[in-house]
């Protein structure tokens, strides 16, 4: 079992930064691929961005070029740092997990986050 704990999160104002932190329990964690999602409210859960066993990132279109995912794994953290933020990135954003022997992102999460709140005024 692996547990999956999100922070950073916060209120910013529309062109502001913040970088969020994932942290996952466990010693296996260089085999899992890494997602960031969100879901804002009323809306479906959306893929944000994730990161391979070996750092290889893919990301939503509506974020490209503005987020970065990383991962380290000595510290069995992610990272998502958020710049240019919109208010349309409103939302909760939670991490994923997914554990695999192939290094790709698109995998089964089967770990989840409790979530952290992303505000963006304008």
């Known amino acids: 079992q692996v547990q999956v704990v999100e922070s950073g999160g916060g209120l910013v104002q529309a062109g502001g930064s913040l970088r969020l932190s994932c942290s996952a329990s466990g010693r296996t964690f260089r085999e899992y691929a890494m997602g960031w999602f969100r879901q804002a409210p009323g809306e479906d859960r959306e893929f944000v961005a994730a990161?391979?066993?070996?750092?290889?990132?893919t990301y939503a279109d509506s974020v490209k070029g503005r987020f970065t995912i990383s991962r380290t794994n000595a510290k069995n953290t992610v990272y998502l740092q958020m710049n240019s933020l919109k208010p349309e990135d409103t939302a909760v954003y939670y991490c994923?997990?997914?554990?695999?022997?192939?290094?790709?992102?698109?995998?089964?999460?089967?770990?989840w986050g409790q979530g952290t709140q992303v505000t963006v005024s304008s």
């Open positions: 990161i391979t066993r070996t750092a290889y990132t």
């Open positions: 994923a997990a997914g554990r695999t022997t192939e290094d790709r992102a698109n995998v089964p999460y089967d770990y």
